[in-house]
Nanobody, 122 residues
Framework: HVQLVESGGDSVQAGGSLILSCVAR????????LAWFRQAPGKEREGVAG???????YYADSVEGRLTISRDNSKNTVYLQMNSLRPEDSAIYYCATDHRGGALWAGSNFAVWGQGTQVTVS
Protein backbone atom coordinates (compact mmCIF):
# COMPACT_ATOMS: atom_id res chain seq x y z
CA HIS A 1 0.00 0.00 0.00
CA VAL A 2 1.01 3.62 -0.50
CA GLN A 3 3.02 5.27 2.25
CA LEU A 4 4.02 8.88 2.78
CA VAL A 5 6.88 9.71 5.12
CA GLU A 6 7.42 13.34 6.14
CA SER A 7 10.56 14.82 7.65
CA GLY A 8 12.23 18.17 8.19
CA GLY A 9 10.14 19.61 10.99
CA ASP A 10 12.04 21.57 13.62
CA SER A 11 11.94 24.48 16.04
CA VAL A 12 13.01 27.78 14.49
CA GLN A 13 12.86 31.46 15.27
CA ALA A 14 10.44 33.77 13.52
CA GLY A 15 11.79 34.82 10.14
CA GLY A 16 13.63 31.54 9.71
CA SER A 17 13.30 28.86 7.05
CA LEU A 18 12.67 25.12 6.85
CA ILE A 19 12.33 22.55 4.12
CA LEU A 20 9.85 19.73 4.69
CA SER A 21 10.15 16.54 2.68
CA CYS A 22 7.58 13.88 1.90
CA VAL A 23 8.80 10.64 0.37
CA ALA A 24 6.15 8.61 -1.44
CA ARG A 25 6.56 4.85 -1.28
CA UNK A 26 4.77 2.56 -3.70
CA UNK A 27 3.47 5.65 -5.49
CA UNK A 28 4.72 7.50 -8.53
CA UNK A 29 4.90 11.07 -7.27
CA UNK A 30 5.29 12.51 -10.78
CA UNK A 31 1.78 11.40 -11.75
CA UNK A 32 0.08 11.93 -8.44
CA UNK A 33 -1.67 14.82 -6.80
CA LEU A 34 0.08 15.72 -3.55
CA ALA A 35 -0.68 18.29 -0.93
CA TRP A 36 0.54 19.66 2.39
CA PHE A 37 -1.83 20.30 5.26
CA ARG A 38 -1.24 21.53 8.78
CA GLN A 39 -3.06 21.38 12.07
CA ALA A 40 -2.31 23.42 15.15
CA PRO A 41 -3.67 22.54 18.61
CA GLY A 42 -7.29 23.52 18.92
CA LYS A 43 -7.57 24.47 15.27
CA GLU A 44 -9.04 22.78 12.22
CA ARG A 45 -6.81 21.13 9.65
CA GLU A 46 -5.79 23.61 6.95
CA GLY A 47 -4.66 22.93 3.40
CA VAL A 48 -1.54 25.02 2.80
CA ALA A 49 -0.21 23.91 -0.59
CA GLY A 50 -0.93 21.37 -3.30
CA UNK A 51 0.34 20.24 -6.68
CA UNK A 52 -1.85 18.38 -9.13
CA UNK A 53 -0.97 15.90 -11.84
CA UNK A 54 -0.57 18.68 -14.41
CA UNK A 55 1.78 20.65 -12.19
CA UNK A 56 -0.87 23.14 -11.20
CA UNK A 57 -0.29 24.67 -7.79
CA TYR A 58 -2.46 25.77 -4.90
CA TYR A 59 -1.46 27.94 -1.94
CA ALA A 60 -3.49 29.11 1.00
CA ASP A 61 -3.69 32.89 1.24
CA SER A 62 -1.94 32.77 4.60
CA VAL A 63 1.22 31.24 3.08
CA GLU A 64 1.25 32.73 -0.43
CA GLY A 65 4.69 34.09 -1.22
CA ARG A 66 6.35 32.40 1.77
CA LEU A 67 5.83 28.67 1.16
CA THR A 68 6.68 26.84 -2.05
CA ILE A 69 5.66 23.31 -3.00
CA SER A 70 7.77 21.35 -5.46
CA ARG A 71 8.56 17.76 -6.35
CA ASP A 72 11.61 15.82 -7.40
CA ASN A 73 10.38 12.98 -9.58
CA SER A 74 13.77 11.23 -9.49
CA LYS A 75 13.45 10.95 -5.70
CA ASN A 76 9.69 10.42 -5.62
CA THR A 77 9.56 13.27 -3.15
CA VAL A 78 7.52 16.42 -2.67
CA TYR A 79 8.93 19.36 -0.73
CA LEU A 80 7.58 22.35 1.11
CA GLN A 81 10.05 25.21 1.26
CA MET A 82 9.05 27.48 4.13
CA ASN A 83 10.49 30.99 4.37
CA SER A 84 9.78 33.99 6.59
CA LEU A 85 8.20 31.71 9.16
CA ARG A 86 5.80 33.16 11.70
CA PRO A 87 4.63 31.85 15.07
CA GLU A 88 1.22 31.20 13.52
CA ASP A 89 2.86 28.70 11.15
CA SER A 90 3.48 26.42 14.14
CA ALA A 91 1.63 23.15 13.56
CA ILE A 92 1.99 19.52 12.64
CA TYR A 93 2.44 19.38 8.87
CA TYR A 94 1.04 16.43 6.94
CA CYS A 95 1.57 15.25 3.39
CA ALA A 96 -1.42 13.72 1.60
CA THR A 97 -2.15 11.91 -1.65
CA ASP A 98 -4.66 9.58 -3.33
CA HIS A 99 -6.74 12.56 -4.38
CA ARG A 100 -10.38 11.63 -5.00
CA GLY A 101 -11.24 14.78 -6.90
CA GLY A 102 -12.34 18.19 -5.73
CA ALA A 103 -10.42 21.04 -4.19
CA LEU A 104 -6.76 20.56 -3.29
CA TRP A 105 -7.29 22.43 -0.04
CA ALA A 106 -9.91 20.05 1.30
CA GLY A 107 -8.47 17.24 3.35
CA SER A 108 -11.57 15.12 2.84
CA ASN A 109 -10.55 14.75 -0.82
CA PHE A 110 -7.36 12.83 0.08
CA ALA A 111 -7.28 9.21 1.21
CA VAL A 112 -3.62 8.61 2.16
CA TRP A 113 -1.76 10.61 4.81
CA GLY A 114 1.68 10.66 6.32
CA GLN A 115 2.37 10.63 10.05
CA GLY A 116 3.16 14.35 10.21
CA THR A 117 6.18 16.43 11.18
CA GLN A 118 6.17 19.15 13.85
CA VAL A 119 7.07 22.74 13.01
CA THR A 120 7.45 25.20 15.89
CA VAL A 121 8.16 28.88 15.30
CA SER A 122 8.94 31.13 18.23
Amino acid sequence: HVQLVESGGDSVQAGGSLILSCVARRLLASTSCLAWFRQAPGKEREGVAGINTSGGLYYADSVEGRLTISRDNSKNTVYLQMNSLRPEDSAIYYCATDHRGGALWAGSNFAVWGQGTQVTVS
